[in-house]
């Protein structure tokens, strides 16, 4: 079970026309763009370029040409973000769609901002497929005037490219079920597979009824492996597998990249060892209590790299907060959590703390706990930022400091609406 690859094939080929009435400076950075980008396999093909991106008195619109040149259904999301000088507004606009085989449409979306001093970006993304990020990303500074006019953008009105020569001939492939934002559940409950209503069989049968949606679920014998194998997770790990459970992590604290007793390196290499010799399922860790700190980083990468040598090929790291840039231009990790905490992030704390485009949304999740009820909404647009997610109801208490031994009653409907994006 390893990471995901690319699965379908959107061709993003784009044209510039840029007109700034905004700022010089704008044009200069958009033209800076220019170049092609492309990738390709039997039955994907991926070619890039920048986008064209208008901008008109407070009005910035951004668009490009999207085109499916594979064999399988693709989908694809236009980003165009601009921060206010401040560093705290932010403005988004995005648009997504999907293409069958052979089609191709002009995407748009926009912002209107009021006037201020801003820091731009722009990307086109795909999101079912790893890597996303399918487009050069546009950065620069715009300075909308208090005068300003909002006024319709001139937008690229060129033809567009040529297709694209048939790709060869070869059988069909599936739909993957992986790439999209899936859930991430930290199952820290004793395998009670006995009870047809319990935690482990309700998180099986939402598997079994939305198998599109990815599933990442970390197991925790004993605030790590444990001590000696336990019968109990012996038997029940397969199940999650035979459900179609993607990825099954085991649980290991690093307190913080401190390196105290129990918790050097020796140490977590060795948990490594229990998990792979007593729980041959477990395919992957989750390192909790990671540091943040950029210095701490060494640590952890050696820590990956020997999961990875032995067979646990899914790394997730769980600094629970934004992480030093180093965590993500190194890439040394599947997954790292960005948030951990009672109540959801912010949709703007989401899109500061996966600010980092060479990473696509898929190596990035967080978990909430304490939220009472589920906003559908807030979950379509939280999934724009992170590949894997998870919100509970449950909290820590005098008498039950594990908030991760239950289940959220909206779990299912929480599984459902990943499964319609």
């Given amino acids: 079970m390893a990471p995901a690859a690319a699965a379908v094939a959107v061709i993003l080929a784009t044209v510039i026309t840029t007109t700034v009435a905004v700022a010089a400076s704008l044009e200069r950075a958009f033209a800076q763009g220019d170049g092609d980008r492309s990738t390709s396999n039997d039955n994907n093909r991926i ?16 668009t490009v040409w999207v085109e499916n040149a594979g064999r399988v ?24 769609g999907a293409l069958g085989p052979g089609q191709r449409a002009s995407a748009e979306t926009e ?13 086109s993304i795909d999101s079912v497929s790893r890597p996303l990020l399918f487009s050069p990303v546009i950065s620069a500074q715009v300075a909308v005037p208090p005068d300003a006019n909002v006024v319709v953008a001139a937008t690229a009105d060129a033809a567009p490219p040529p297709p694209l020569p048939p790709p060869p001939a070869a059988e069909p492939l599936p739909v993957p079920a992986s790439g999209r934002t899936g859930i991430y559940v930290p ?108 210095a701490k980083l060494a640590f952890y990468a050696e820590i990956a790299q020997y999961a990875r040598s032995q067979g646990l090929e899914f790394v997730r790291a769980n600094p629970g907060t934004k992480a030093d840039a180093q965590y993500y231009r190194d890439a040394f990790f599947d997954n790292v959590a960005i948030y951990e905490g009672r109540s959801l992030p912010a949709i703007q704390q989401l899109q500061e703390n996966t600010r980092h485009p060479e990473y696509a949304p898929q190596g990035f999740s967080f978990t909430a706990r304490g939220v009472q009820s589920l906003d559908p909404a807030y979950v379509e647009q939280a999934a724009m930022y992170v590949g ?10 005098d008498g039950d400091r594990n908030p991760y031994n239950s289940l959220p009653p909206y779990f299912g409907q929480l599984v459902a609406l990943l499964g319609r994006q």
């Fill in 73 to 96: 259904p693709g989908q694809y999301v236009l980003v165009l973000e601009a921060r206010s000088s401040d560093g705290v507004t932010a403005f988004l606009g995005l648009t997504s």
């Fill in 187 to 294: 199952l820290y409950k004793f395998p009670d597979l006995a009870d047809p209503e319990g935690v482990w069989n309700t998180l099986l049968k939402a598997k079994r009824e939305h198998p599109q949606v990815p599933f990442v679920v970390t197991i925790n014998p004993a605030s790590g492996p444990g001590q000696a194998r336990n019968a109990a997770y012996a038997s029940a790990i397969p199940e999650l597998g035979k459900a179609g459970v993607e990825h099954v992590l085991g649980y290991i604290p690093t307190r913080y990249g401190s390196q105290e007793p129990g918790f050097t390196l020796a140490d977590i290499k060795a948990m490594i060892d229990r998990y792979r010799a007593w729980y041959p399922d477990v395919d992957g860790i989750m390192l909790d209590q990671a540091s943040s700190e950029g």
């Fill in 388 to 397: 894997l997610l998870y919100i509970t109801d449950d909290l820590e208490s």
């Fill in 111 to 123: 912002i209107v901002l009021p006037a201020g001093s801003y820091a731009l970006r722009a990307f």
């Fill in 47 to 62: 070619a890039a370029g920048p986008l064209a991106v208008a901008a008109s008195g407070s009005r910035i619109v951004a």
